[in-house]
């Protein structure tokens, strides 16, 4: 193919063929330089068909099942895209597009630089895609912070929401909850559902209905003491969705996610629990069936849902799809609550009947030590195990993964991908295939970095899965500032037990100084190799793309890794009462804090133009916010109330000190030119 493609649509374009049909446009005049010709039905000769199957085309009887045949006249062939249903139109256009033009599934994401060709070589050969391994599979557009952030209209409009669906369908993904708690008017699962993908919710959200709270507000949200009212909600949200592709949700917890006998304390054992929630989600269950023709069901077994389940309480219908969750590590044990982290694993069991699926996480927000900003921390070969392995526990029939705003976590949800569909992945030849796709040279050291960037990742704990993602430098640092200034140092902080121990507070903070440390040593190094690729190899386009999707990881580690070592080191200056060493370390976490900043900032360059501007989540503009009032309160120490006690006393010179006129010298430096004097000060005369 050449030139001008003529390809020939089917007469009656559905809504998710015609956003199929748009990007196959876009896509062949990026390549060939040309629009292609559009035709609908007729006699008319065209290049490229793209048609639904008949029977002589011997595509496979399955939902979503697509080809590609090419078929002769006599004297020429063309090239059929042959779908089953409409999604097998989608995902057969945008395999063309993969293999024909090398658009790749996250082009818009990682900004691929689509190579022009004056012609494209397509090998005559029928095809027939083989079945995903699971068969509802997508994304939970979860912590989208950034996405919402992004651009100015609020719920994200359109423009934002396309190109994430259309990267889930180049994953050959079926199903996404579109969002966390948005306005309700906003377009999302109204375009989700316009691209052919099956919608979801919440588990927090069961059915995808309004909370119980913001519909009553003042009312009690008991289904105890309110049926009538809980029910009116799931009939209207049956009656808003009953017409679209859904995955029925069936949960009961409380408002704001959490147990619902938080609000409701008389459910004070298992057995009342239990038959609680086996109750509700029954009635859910019947009121879908109901309305819906054919419903698909799920119940997320998430949180105390697992474990009431596990013991027996939670009773749930035959054809219910159980989905179980990870850790929000990729681990599938038991989420760490606070300090409790039972670690119960959290796969089907033997005798477990029916169907299962998993929500996984490549990123994760749980104020402790998650990955939100950076890339997940652990290896390729760690997912492979994890998610092979619940496919081996027969957990396949569903695949929700929590995607977070995408642009930073592109290879981990391209693992993904290859899982999904495969059902197993070589992580070596995926990594080659995942460089070679996006990169145009120094494929085997850009695979390196890849490769290492999770051996430099901080282990916290004793298990695989104790690896610091980005909130591990600022939520801790931050309560510990907290604490600190509160004047509570001589108890320990309990809400640091889970990563250092019930100790004393000071030995909390050695014992992230000693991690902290080791850290910036193997961050140091990481980045160092990534410079020597990306600064002094890579060309212009390739050295962006490194930068932003390389770089950025390893500069945000190494800059909070950084800044929290440096608070650690304050607070011990600050216990021996040497307050302008305090002050001045205190400082040094501040510049280090801020270069992370710098990193978001590097990062928002053309359409990534204030991508970052919301980062309310690990939120290092808060941290820089926090390290500011430290250090001015340290300065309170000893250069109050003038603030020009320890100029005189360290940085002034010894022949001015008894003669000076204080009317003439008193402007106190700025707190920066202060730590940088007393720094050098400090390192010339060997207190630091």
């Known amino acids: 193919m050449k030139g001008q493609v003529r390809v020939r649509i089917p007469e009656a374009l559905t809504s998710p063929v015609e956003h199929a049909v748009r990007m196959l446009v876009r896509d062949l005049e990026a390549v060939l330089g040309t629009a292609p010709e559009l035709v609908a039905g007729g006699q008319q000769a065209a290049e490229l068909h793209i048609r639904y199957a008949n029977e002589q085309d011997d595509i496979p009887q399955r939902p979503e099942a697509f080809g590609f045949r090419f078929p002769s006249d006599g004297t020429s062939l063309r090239m059929d895209i042959v779908g089953r249903d409409e999604l097998g139109l989608v995902y057969g256009i945008l395999e063309f597009s993969r293999k024909a033009l090398g658009i790749q599934p996250f082009w818009f994401w990682a900004d691929q630089a689509i190579a022009a060709r004056s012609e494209i070589d397509i090998p005559c050969e029928n095809y027939d895609a083989p079945a995903p391994k699971v068969r509802y599979r997508g994304w939970f557009v979860n912590d989208e912070v950034c996405l919402i952030g992004w ?114 304390p008389s459910f ?27 419903p698909v069901y799920c119940a997320a077994l998430y949180g105390e849902i697992s474990e009431l389940y596990k013991g027996g309480y939670v009773d749930l219908p035959d054809d219910v799809i159980k989905v179980w969750a990870d850790n929000g590590y990729g681990r599938m044990v038991s989420r760490r609550h606070g300090n409790l982290n039972l670690r119960v694993p959290a796969l089907p069991a033997e005798r477990d009947g029916g169907k299962h699926g998993v929500y996984y996480h490549v990123t994760f927000h749980d104020l402790q030590a998650s990955n939100h900003l950076t890339m997940f921390p652990g290896p390729a070969a760690f997912l492979k195990q994890e998610i092979e392995s619940a496919f081996a526990a027969r957990a396949d029939e569903y695949l929700l993964v929590n995607c977070g705003n995408i642009r930073p976590h592109v290879y981990q949800l391209d693992i993904i991908r290859e899982l999904w569909s495969a059902g197993h992945i070589d992580a070596d030849q995926h990594l080659s295939e995942f460089v070679s796709g996006y990169y145009g040279a120094h494929h085997a050291e850009l695979e390196e970095l890849y490769r290492s960037y999770s051996e430099a990742a901080i282990p916290y704990g ?18 510990i500032i907290g604490h600190w200034l509160q004047g509570k140092g001589d108890q320990p902080l309990e809400r640091l037990f889970w990563a250092v121990g019930d100790v004393p507070f000071q030995e909390q903070v050695k014992g992230f100084e000693e991690r902290l440390g080791q850290g910036m040593r193997k961050w140091e190094a990481w980045l160092q190799r990534c410079d020597e690729v990306v600064a002094a190899k890579l060309g212009t386009d390739d050295a962006r793309r490194a930068a932003d999707h390389l770089r950025f990881h390893g500069a945000l580690h190494l800059s909070g890794c950084e800044g929290f070592y440096w608070l650690c080191r304050a607070y011990g200056e600050y216990r021996e009462e040497r307050y302008p060493q305090a002050f001045v370390f205190a400082s040094e976490s501040l510049w280090c804090y801020r270069k992370g900043l710098d990193v978001l900032r590097d990062a928002e360059h ?83």
């Open 151 to 264: 651009k100015e209209p609020y719920p994200p409009s359109r423009e934002v929401w396309e190109p994430v669906f259309e990267a889930l369908l180049r994953c050959g993904g079926n199903m996404v909850i579109p969002g966390t708690d948005l306005p309700r008017d906003g377009i999302h699962y109204k375009l989700a559902a316009e691209m052919g993908l099956w919608v979801t919710h919440h588990h927090a959200e069961p059915l995808g209905a309004e909370m119980f709270l913001r519909a009553f507000p003042g009312r009690k949200p008991s289904y105890h003491e309110e049926p009538e009212l809980f029910e009116s909600l799931w009939r209207e949200a049956i009656e808003e969705q009953k017409e679209m592709k859904v995955v029925w949700v069936l949960s009961f917890r409380g408002q704001g996610d959490k147990p619902f006998w938080i609000d409701d």
């Open 268 to 294: 004070d054992t298992p057995e009342k629990r239990g038959a609680m929630i086996s109750k509700v989600i029954r009635k859910q269950y019947d009121m879908i069936a109901s309305a819906v023709d054919n």
């Open 462 to 479: 004793p298990n695989a899965d104790d690896l610091a993602g980005d909130e591990y430098y600022h939520h801790p640092a931050r309560k």
């Open 606 to 688: 053309g359409k990534w133009d204030r991508f970052y501007r919301a980062d309310w989540l690990t939120n290092i503009e808060s941290t820089v916010y926090n390290v500011d009032t430290l250090r001015r309160f340290l300065r309170m120490h000893g250069d109050s109330p003038d603030f020009f006690l320890w100029y005189k006393e360290y940085l002034m010179p010894e022949t001015e000190k008894y003669i000076y006129l204080e009317n003439t010298h008193r402007n106190p430096l700025s707190d920066d030119e202060l730590a940088i004097r007393l720094k050098r000060h400090f390192q010339e005369t060997g207190a630091i």
